[in-house]
Every structure is written in C-alpha cells, then in structure tokens.
C-alpha cells in the first residue's frame, strides 16, 4: 500500500492540476475572484471529509455543519487569545472539532440508519441554538465572532510589536487575502483530496465499504465496526473543522448560522450532487453550488440583455423575461431543477455522467463488443 | 475577466507572483494595466464609480431590505441628476451638483444579506473584491452591521450602516470606517420614557421580551434604565430566538405575572408576530392590578405596523423619521419616492437614502475618493433639511445626532398608509448623550488599508 | 403559581397538537411508505398558499382614481370597491370573514391533484432508490415549490386575517367554573387544538376500520405478498401520498392566521416534523401524535421563566435533548418497530 496506482497517480495528479489552475479556467465564467475561489476550496475540503463517512460507510450525518462552526469559532480564538498565524489556529480548530466530533459521534453511532442521522441533527441543532443564545459569552451570538483591537494575543504580544490597524490573520508574517489566501487553501484541499485517496485504497477505507454494503454480516465475521465507523466520523469531523479554520483565516468572522441544520444539509447535497462515495464528486458538487449562490444568483435584467443582444428585438425581451426567473434572485429554482433532473436521470450524481460518457467514448473507440473489460473506472468508486 | 478589468494593486500583483504558479501566464498583460493605480481600496480609476448595497431581501427584516433598495436607486437616480432631484436642493450646506460624484457616475451592485451576519459579511467582501465597490451601505439589522462594519475596517471601505438601532453599532463596536445616521436604543429609552410616564403613570410594572442579539440586549437594557427611572418596576425580561415564529410559550406566562405593561423589544417580522399573537392572547382586553393592560414597542417603523394592522391601534414606539412631518426635506422625500414607487418611504428608505446622500457630498467636499479624507469630511459634519432637523455627524462616536419621534398607531387611519401618528418630536439636545458612555474604540483611519 | 402551571401546560397541549397534525402528513409517507419526504414542508406551504389564493379571490376590487383627493405625493386617490360583497352582498362578508375556513373547500381538491401528480410523476420511482437519492430528489421538488410561490406570491408574508367572531381569547378558567379572567385562551388557537383532533382521528379511523386501510398497513408490512394476492398495492400507495399531501395542507391553511405566510414557511417546519417522526418511531402513528404532545408540552414548559433561570437556554435546545434521550434509551423511538429504516 505503499505505492499508488497508476490510476490514483494520475487522478491526483490531474487534481492538483485542475485546482491550482483555477484562476485561469474559471475567468470565461467570472469566477475567478479570490473570495469565490477560496470558498471554493474551503467546501471542497468540507465535502471532501463529508464523503469519507457518507460515502463510505453509508452513515448519512445530518449535523457536519456543527463541526464546520466549531472549527470556525476555535480559529477565530486563537486569533484573538494567541496569535494571527494561520497555522496554530489551524491545528487548534482541528483539535477541537475531532474532540467535538468523538464525543458526537460516540453517542450518535450507537444508533443507525435515519435514527443517527435525527441524532447528529439534534446535536447540531443544539449547538446552533446555544451558540445563538446562551453561549454568546463565547460565539458572540448573532453578530458573529470578531477580531478586535485589544484582543489580548499573548504569543504576538509576547514577540512583536502590534501592528497598527485592524488585525488579519496571516502566515508567517505574509498576509492571506486575495490570491495568496486561495493558494493557501487549494494546497489544503489537495493535501486533503490525497489523504482521502490514501484512506479509501487503505484497508481502514475497505473495512468501512464493508460496513456500507452489510454491517451485521461484518459484525458476524466478528469484527467490531464501531471503533471504524467512529474513526471516520471523527476524522470527517476534523475535514469539517478544517474546513471551518480556513473560511475564519480569510474572513475572520465566525457566525452560527454556519452550523444551522441548512448548511449541514448543503454539504448533503453537495455530495449527493456530484455522487457519494467517489473522491472527485463531492468536490464537483461543492463547487457547482457555490458557483450557483455566487454566480447564478448575481446576474441579472441587464447582464440578460447584453447576453441576448445579437437576437431581434421582440424575441430578446421574450428570452430575457423568461430567464430572467431562473438567474438572479430566481437562481435557487434552477438549483431544484438541476436536483431533480439529476437525482432522476443520473442516480449516482455528476460522476456517474461523466463515467456514462468516458464509457461512451470507449465503446467508440474500441470494440464495441466487450464494453466492460477495458474501462478503468476514472476513479475507485465505491 | 473581472481581476482584469479591474487595474489590479501592486500587492495583489506580488502575492500573485509569489504564490507563482499562474503567474507567468497572464502577468504581462497585468502589468500593461499601471500596477501602481490603485493607491487605495478601489479607487475608481474610470468615468463610474460603484456602491456596494447590503440589502436583507430575505429573512425576517426583508420588508425594510426592499424598502432600502429602493431608496438607494433613487439616491443614486438623483446624485446623478437623473429624477427630479429629491433632497439635494434642501441639503444645507451641500456640495452635490447632480452630475455623480468628482464627476464619475455612480452605478450600483447589490447583495441579499438574507437578515444574517455572516451572508451580510460574504456579500459585502465578494462586492468589494469583485465588483469594486468603493462603497458599502444598507442592511437592516445591527447584527449585520457590526460585522459588516468591522469587515470594511479591514478592507478599507466605507461603511454607511443602514437601519440599526443597538448601541453597540456606534459604541462599543465602532469602527473609524462605519457611520450611523440612524437613532440608537438608549435615544428612544430616553425619548419615549416621559411620553409613558405621562400616559400610563409611574406606578407600572412592566415585563419584556427581547429578541436574542445586540440590538434586542442593548435595547431591552436602555428602556429597562429609561422607565425605572420613571418608577416602573421590571418583572421579567425574557430572551426569545431572534425570527421565532410562535411566541405562544412566552406569551402564557405574561398573563399571571403580575406585570400590566408589556415590552416587546422586537423588530420586523419578529415584532409583527409577537404584537399579533399577544393581541390574539386578549392582552389588550386585559385588567392587572387595576389598570388596563398595555403594550409597548420601543422601536416601531410604518411597515411593521402596516404588518400588524389592527394589533398596533393605540401602541406607543419611537420611530427615527416619518413621513409625515412637514419639514420641506421631508415632503421632498416623501413627493420623489411617492411618485416613483406609489407608497410613502418608511424609516428605512429614509436613512439609506440619506447616507446615500451625505457619502456623495463628503466626497464632494473632501475631493478625492480616498477613504481617510472622506472621513475626515463625514466627521464633526453638521447639516440640515433631511427631515430631521439639525444634525451632527458626531466624531467621537460616528452617531448621528438629531431629532428623535415617538410615534403612536393611528386609531383612524385613512388610508393603508397612514398607520402611525406623531405624537412628539424630542428635540435632539435631550437625546444626545456623552459619546464614552458605550466605550468602544474607532481604531485608525490610516494608513488606509488595501483590500487584498 | 397553579394558574401559571396549567396555562403552560394547555399552551403544550396547543403546540403539541400542532406538531402531531404537521407530522402526521409525514409520517404517512415517511413512516409508512418509507420515502424520505424533504418536500413535505412545501406541501404545508401549498396548502397555507391555497388559503391565500382563495382569500385573495375572494378580495378582488374594483379600483377607481378619485382625482379630487391627492396623496401626499400628488397621486390620485384610490377608491376600492370589493367584488364579492357587490355581488353576493351580505353572504359575500360572510364569507370573506370566514376565508380562511372556507379555503378547506378548495384545499382538499388541490392538495389531493398535487399529492397524486407528484407520486405519480417522480416519488413512486424513488421507492427503492437509497435515502440520499429521496432526499435530493425531495428537496429539489420543495425548492421549486417554493420559488414558484415565490414569484406569484412575492417574498414577504401575506397577513390572514381570522374570523372576527373568533378572534382574542377564551376565558377557559371561567367555563371550568375557576375565578375568571385567569385562565384564557387564544380562541383560533383552541380552534387548532380540535381540527387536529379531528383530522388526526379520522387518519386513524380511515387506516383501521376501512379495507383501503387494512390493505395498505398490509402492504406496508410485506408489499410483494399483498401484491402476489392481486391487488394494486401501487395504486393504494398513490392513494396515501395525496391524503397526506391533503393533511400536509390542511395544516397549513387553519395555521395560516398564526403565522402569516410566506414561500418559506414549510422548511421551518421540516425539520421539527422530522424529529417528531423519528421520537415517535418509525412506521408509527400513534408514536408520531405521542411525540409531538410530548415534545410541545416540553416545550413550553421549558420557556418559564422559572424554568430558564435554572438551566438557561433550555428552551432552545429542548426538543433537540429530548430527542437524543429518547432515542437513546429506545432505540426506535416511542412505538418504532424492529428493522424500519435502520440500515
């Protein structure tokens, strides 16, 4: 297990290729701005670990997104209580959410099936409620957890002179807005994107496929599962907390809206989306609904008109008012619709289309009597 | 498409180069673009010059975000002297001459904040980041405007925050980059006090509810000190979730607490649920101690009460304008966005547009977009004829001093507009108060940060 | 101190009928036909929006400028005649008065053509699809739902008035022969209380004492048995899904004047239903009533004062914890039965 296949050699590599030149590819379709691009990376990392537990085990949580605000929250401290470097506030939040995340889990996973999904709802909930209201000591509720110029900071404190102006979190001295902020993230995503292929093509992530496709028959060959079923909650926890980490190194504000039961469920749908149990789905999934809240939802009347301006008058004016209710404010119903079309014709997401067509091309290529002998699959589904 | 567009900063330029690995593809044509343009955040460099607007369109203050929204396309219709000029003429002393400002055009992007922080905050970075806002205003809650304040510290962008009422906005979360035209809590405690005190005697006891955040503790807190000094007696303040939707279980115990004035510290939707359900409770119907139940609204806009409708008949609140007064401002608010839009402005419209307004012509009157000198113009400002009298931009605090309303339901209304009658105009001396009172520190203006 | 207690506990009883009548379309479908429903919040929305709609017909104007009269902003002046009491006169107020009620009429009907349309249309392919899949499919459809409303109906909440003969409150101390003016009570909201009685009763009764209902519970339990038997166990199903679309709506509109309306009134309640569900036990309808009277009584009583100041927060964390508790001591929730939905 030491060395990778060819196959996952290439896939990581393709991977990397893909996300470091995202500036590039993504300008035509006026993504390419740091903000997006960050968040981009960051719910792809959250997707991601999402995966490793639905994905592979089968065990759908319904409260990943507490685990997301725990990581947000602990960064966003030590921000405030040790320094402004990235990476103790990284280490930190992913300590705590793999905390959170074995207590969560340890009793969440006494139970199955749509039971432990209403458990880590109800935990997530209750952590969402709390931090609204009675812990705002903590999370300072509603208006989200700020840096601030007197916030104590002992280990700058104790090495540097403050510096003037409102802190930002930085890596080594070298600030992370903008750019430099998006590469630091898409250097996590692929670290993660590797460490999930390692976990899958692992004995550790076949025992978890095991427990997916029949628990008790696992039970009864006697292998306890829980302590592997723990292990991926926890780890996928801490993907969510990391995830958490980095959206409070660009913007370091940590609300408890993030750990609302929607945002758990948009992780779901991510996943869902771009197909469960593959490596690059959940990632795809991640990036179209970011790219539809962003991008889909900013477009509107004039930017149609422009759009349609080569056709005659009356058939422009037609065009627009009829698309102007799936963009702009409308861009949730084109959303349901993507969804719905989805789920209907491509049971296993985004990947199973693009297995269906490399599929496809294969059969054109080669001979199309013996279809299934020479199609590596793109990727180790589940 | 858009990082080139936009002249991109020297900083950026280098982070790029550093984090090196696009770099070499498109960086001669970056530079071909005058990497030392941009001096300060945005700094529009062509003929337009863009506003970011912070609008909740959705969530439990959505009435007010459209009623922003609104206002700010006229505020922007009239800087560029497009409509029929609305407040420019009455500004006093004013430096707008209906042809934008510094001559560019302003244009507009707009965010749905959907009435949460953290989405407010999103918004207002992808408007900086990608679209060039020179500029961000607007928004509906103090939550909102807290954090979107402290984003633009960062970045260097001005904040003209839009409908907020905790003290905490110009207290103790000021920020050098935000500015408040809006009242505050502790201005309505101290204006509606006398007027309850007056109306229902000093012999009340009264419970709250309060929604759960900055504004709702700020508030709950500022007419808490208000009517106790009146000599009112707290019985309960109780936290509800901010956008609850059935208040029925903190409704119930009100009825035998031995309380005969109810608070609701509440606002937008928040605040027509609960003034519904406790009329629906038979709260108004009720005797305690003797005396004829009450409710009160210490912050009340003619939405809401449009909202309530019946429920709100009799209900004393303050209010930060109306559009019913009769300054010349004012019906000249009232006139352009009436004929545009078919409904009189609420409070909202009125402080977006407004801030709008006062933006442009500080700009004006600094000469120069850059952010230290715009402050500069904006602090210790004293002008007229916006509707609420004399007003001082206060530099210690950033809080607008002027006039505060206390309002009443119109028992008679007659038409569905006319829900909410003056019953006082508090003049602005007896509102202001000391500036160290909310603590809180600006932080500096300069050196003026790049947004990255 | 007793007043306080029993009007806490009449406000559990309140919302707990309430949770049982939102869930009980739900647990239909969730419970019974095994389809993880995220569109049934949607389907309490429709049917809060067919009250609207009718109530809106029912208030169409005629609308005339009156040129003396100018609005402050020089406009003419709008004179409003309502059509209806123009044409029926007196039974027109009546009914306009009574618009919410009387939407029930129409409710039924349309719920029942939108529950059949969608388990025909998409939710009877989804029977043996996996949970993730239902649930993306679900919520799709509930998105659409709502962004449809929204773009008729606008965003905002559109206020229904109640009957003005049952509008403010009960005095329930007094017809109990207690000291009067204590113990009263929003009469809509006791109005509520007995629909749900009422169609909560009726679910049950159509389920036990009818064939149809003895056949689907059959088909429930083994649906290849009930099927090798002859009978159209597929049709039945259908069947199920539009009566509880039908409740799902009928939910929506008595609770309309409670909570004005809007496209995004359905995921508010989509996850309380859910927990409600799963406390009561799969496959349960009495577990799924039990469960919401449980959990409202919880909940008020939880939001006393009283009750705060010793543990604080209780109240927003309450039906969460109570969750988690029951479904840690049983393991199916109050009534659930073995092997429903637990791989």
């Known amino acids: 297990m030491t060395v990778m296949s060819r196959n996952d050699l290439l896939l990581f590599l393709g991977f990397t290729v893909v996300v470091l030149a995202m500036p590039i590819w993504l300008h035509p379709f006026g993504a390419a701005y740091p903000d997006l691009l960050q968040r981009f990376m960051i719910y792809g990392i959250f997707a991601v670990g999402f995966n490793i537990l639905f994905g592979l085990t089968g065990y759908l949580s319904f409260g990943h997104a507490a685990f997301f605000g725990v990581g947000s929250y602990a960064a966003v401290w030590s921000f405030k209580l040790l320094s402004l470097d990235a990476i103790p506030a990284m280490i930190f939040a992913i300590v705590i959410s793999g905390l959170f995340a074995l207590i969560i889990g340890y009793v969440s996973l006494r139970r199955s099936g749509i039971y432990f999904s209403i458990l880590t709802l109800a935990f997530a909930q209750m952590s969402y409620n709390l931090a609204y209201s009675v812990l705002t000591p903590i999370t300072n509720g509603e208006t989200g957890l700020q840096l601030t110029l007197n916030d104590p900071r002992y280990l700058d404190r104790a090495m540097f002179e403050a510096a003037p102006g409102q802190p930002v979190p930085t890596l080594l001295g070298q600030s992370l807005g903008g750019f430099a902020g998006f590469y630091f993230c898409a250097g996590f995503l692929i670290l993660a994107f590797f460490i999930a292929q390692r976990i899958t093509s692992s004995p550790f992530g076949m025992m978890l496929k095991g427990i997916k496709s029949n628990q008790t028959r696992m039970n009864y060959t006697g292998f306890n599962t829980k302590p592997y079923t723990l292990a991926a909650f926890v780890i996928s926890g801490m993907y969510a907390g990391l995830a958490g980490a980095l959206l409070a190194v660009t913007d370091p504000l940590a609300g408890a809206e993030r750990m609302q039961w929607t945002a758990s469920g948009e992780v779901v749908l991510m996943t869902i989306l771009g197909g469960a149990g593959t490596l690059v789905g959940p990632v795809i999934g991640a990036w179209l609904i970011k790219y539809f809240e962003n991008i889909f939802s900013a477009i509107n009347e004039n930017i149609l008109h422009r759009f349609f301006d080569f056709l005659p008058d009356g058939v422009d004016n037609v065009l627009v008012a009829i698309s102007s209710k799936f963009v702009g404010e409308g861009w949730f119903l084109t959303l349901g619709l993507v969804f719905v079309l989805i789920v209907v014709f491509l049971p296993g997401g985004i990947m199973e289309g693009v297995r269906r067509i490399a599929h496809l091309f294969d059969r054109s290529r080669r001979s199309p009597t013996k279809p299934g002998k020479a199609t590596p699959h793109p990727q180790p589904a589940e | 498409m858009t990082l080139l567009k936009r002249g991109l900063s020297r900083r950026r330029v280098l982070q790029t180069g550093m984090a090196g690995i696009i770099g070499s593809g498109i960086a001669p044509l970056m530079f071909t673009k005058g990497a030392w343009a941009q001096e300060f955040c945005n700094n529009p460099t062509g003929d337009t010059v863009t506003f970011g607007l912070n609008l909740p369109l959705t969530g439990a203050y959505a009435e007010e975000g459209a009623d922003e929204q609104k206002a700010y396309e006229l505020a922007i219709a009239h800087i560029n002297g497009e409509g029929d000029g609305g407040l420019i003429s009455v500004l006093a002393p004013t430096a707008l001459k209906g042809n934008g400002i510094l001559g560019k055009k302003v244009g507009y992007v707009s965010s749905d904040s959907q009435t949460k922080s953290d989405v407010a905050r999103a918004g207002a970075t992808r408007m900086i980041e990608r679209d060039g806002a020179i500029m961000i205003t607007g928004g509906s809650s103090s939550g909102e405007a807290i954090a979107v304040q402290g984003l633009c510290q960062e970045m260097g962008v001005i904040f003209m925050a839009g409908l907020t009422h905790s003290n905490d906005t110009t207290g103790k979360d000021k920020r050098r980059y935000g500015f408040r035209h809006f009242f505050n809590a502790y201005q309505s405690g101290v204006g509606l006090a006398p007027v309850l005190g007056q109306e229902y005697g000093s012999d009340r006891r009264a419970y709250h509810l309060t929604a759960d955040y900055t504004w709702g503790w700020t508030q709950e807190e500022s007419i808490k000190a208000a009517t106790e000094a009146l000599g009112w007696d707290t019985v309960a303040a109780v936290r509800t979730p901010l956008g609850s939707t059935d208040y029925s279980q903190y409704l119930t115990p009100i009825l035998n607490s031995g309380a005969d004035v109810l608070i609701l510290n509440h606002y937008g939707l928040d605040m027509v649920n609960s003034l519904t359900q406790a009329v629906q409770f038979g709260m108004r119907d009720r005797q305690a101690n003797g005396k004829d139940f009450q409710i009160v609204t210490p912050l009340i806009s003619e939405l809401m009460a449009k909202g309530a409708g019946e429920s709100v008949k009799g209900i004393f609140g303050t209010s930060n304008w109306h559009w019913n007064l009769q300054d010349p401002g004012t019906i000249a608010f009232t006139k352009s966005f009436g004929a545009a839009y078919g409904s009189p402005p609420s409070q909202a419209a009125h402080t977006a547009y407004v801030q709008a307004l006062l933006y442009a012509d500080a700009v004006e009157r600094a000469g120069t977009f850059y952010p230290p000198e715009v402050i500069k113009a904006l602090e210790g400002h004293e002008f007229d004829g916006m509707g609420n009298g004399p007003t001082l931009y206060r530099a210690e605090d950033h809080q607008c001093i002027k006039n505060v309303l206390v309002v009443q339901g119109n028992e008679n209304p007659s038409s569905e507009y006319d829900v909410l009658n003056i019953v006082q105009e508090i003049p602005r001396d007896e509102v202001a108060y000391d500036p160290a009172m909310f603590g809180g520190e600006l932080g500096p203006a300069e050196p003026a940060p790049l947004c990255a | ?343």
């Open chain 3, 1 to 343: 101190m007793f007043e306080v207690i029993f009007l806490q506990f009449l406000n559990g009883l309140d919302k707990g009928a309430a949770y049982a009548l939102i869930a009980l379309g739900l647990t239909l479908v969730f419970g019974t036909l095994g389809v993880v429903n995220f569109a049934h919040g949607a389907l309490f929305m429709l049917g809060a929006f067919c009250a609207v709609m009718f109530r809106q017909l029912l208030t169409l104007e005629t609308v005339t400028l009156d040129p003396e009269k100018l609005s402050p902003w020089g406009a003419p002046l709008e004179i409003r005649e309502p059509l209806v009491q123009a044409w029926f006169g007196d039974f027109g107020a009546v009914l306009v008065n009574y618009s919410v009620p009387a939407s029930i009429i129409i409710t039924i009907p349309i719920m029942l053509l939108v529950g059949i349309a969608l388990e025909r249309g998409i939710i009877k392919h989804f029977y043996k699809r996996p949970h993730a899949e239902q649930i993306l499919v679900t919520f799709g459809l509930a998105i659409v739902a709502q962004e449809v409303i929204k773009s008729f109906f606008g965003p905002n909440p559109i206020p229904q008035p109640m009957p003005t003969d049952l509008r403010g409150a009960a005095d329930i101390g007094a017809f109990l022969g207690m000291q009067a003016n204590v113990i009263t009570y929003p009469i809509w909201r006791l109005i509520y209380f007995l629909f749900s009685f009422v169609i909560i009763g009726g679910v049950f009764a159509f389920l036990q004492f009818t064939t149809f209902g003895m056949v689907v519970r059959a088909g429930m339990a083994d649906r290849e048995t009930v099927g090798l038997l002859g009978i159209n166990i597929d049709r039945r199903f259908t069947i199920m899904f539009g009566l509880a679309a039908v409740v799902a709506g009928l939910a929506g509109v008595m609770y309309t004047p409670l909570l004005p309306p809007n496209y995004h009134i359905g995921m508010d309640f989509l996850v309380l239903s859910f927990v409600v569900v799963v406390v009561g036990g799969m496959g349960s309808l009495p577990g799924a009533v039990a469960a919401g009277f449980l959990l409202g009584i919880l909940q008020s009583f939880a939001s006393m004062t009283q009750v705060k100041a010793l543990i604080p927060g209780i109240d927003q964390i309450i039906i969460y914890l109570v969750a988690v508790v029951i479904l840690l001591v049983l393991p199916r929730g109050l009534f659930g039965r073995r092997g429903v939905m637990e791989a």
